[in-house]
């Protein structure tokens, strides 16, 4: 089969994102239709690729030596938010702050907490995204979901929603969502949302190059309901360095590239912060951050 019109070789994936590390992927693609989604996928079932798919590159690590396959980054009409009376309809590779900020315009509430996940709606659907006490699941109504054999409409009750996951398989690209909402006065629903963006401003770290949250909130009972970030600044985390990387002081739970970090120096920082905690309180922290290629641990990572 040949390989489809736009398709790139040896495409540089640092840039895509927001810690700025990580090596190349061996194709790349910007699909704009959900045609051109399945077109793409098909090629790369026919030369048995694996299928990734960027969104903001907010909560991923990519390999030093890049990613064996194809990634796709959803562009064009794929990247739209649209008002549909007390709807807003998205392409998967609309970014979920600028659909909350949409939304709060047009008078809807429901999507508030979407201000804070600096993500995509395809993202943020397969990742089941919440922030600040808002659940996607409440409001989400339906997606698109594209694959090789085309595209199908599911429900949010189809999708496996769990802490953080949803049943997405590789080759399942999130294409569009639709989020059924509420109508409310735009002032107050603006008026939330700057207090939830100024809550997340006085908590973590901004205009650095980093990704979200580095570890979940463990659910261990010797945790005593700290949250992740809690438990590594009581371990003495904040500030702690791996080469070029290191864990913010200003909140332990987001890794910071520092001074020109590789994805090896990220690796370090969170295994040597993980045996940190385990050390002190017993728990074994486990990574919330996506990692895309293949990467090597370092040996801390496996003590338990």
Known sequence: MKRPEGVEANYPLARLTTIRVGGPADYFARPESERAIAEVLAWAGSEGLAVAVVGSGSNLLVSDQGFRGLVLKLAGDLTQIEHRGSRVVCGGGARLPSAAARAAGWGLEGLEFGVNIPGTVGGAVRMNANAYGGELGRVLEWVTVCTAEGSERRRPEQLGFRYRASNLGEGEVVARA???????????????????????????????????????????????????????????????????????????????????????????????????????????????????????????????
Not at 229 to 258: I, M
């Open 178 to 304: 639709s989020f059924a909402l509420a109508e409310a006065d735009p002032a107050e629903v603006k008026a939330a949302m700057g207090e939830m963006r100024g809550r997340r401003r006085e908590a973590q770290p901004s205009g650095i190059k980093t990704f979200g949250s580095t570890f979940v909130n463990p659910d261990d009972p010797r945790a005593e309901g700290r949250s992740a970030g809690q438990l590594l600044d009581a371990a003495g985390c904040g500030g702690l360095e791996r080469g070029g990387a290191r864990l913010s002081p200003k909140h332990a739970n987001f890794v910071e590239n520092a001074a020109d970090a590789s994805t090896a120096d990220v690796l370090a920082v969170m295994a040597a912060a993980r045996e940190r905690v385990r050390e002190r309180f017993g728990v074994v922290l486990e990574p919330e951050v996506q990692v895309l290629g293949e990467v090597e641990w370092p040996a801390e990572w496996g003590l338990s």
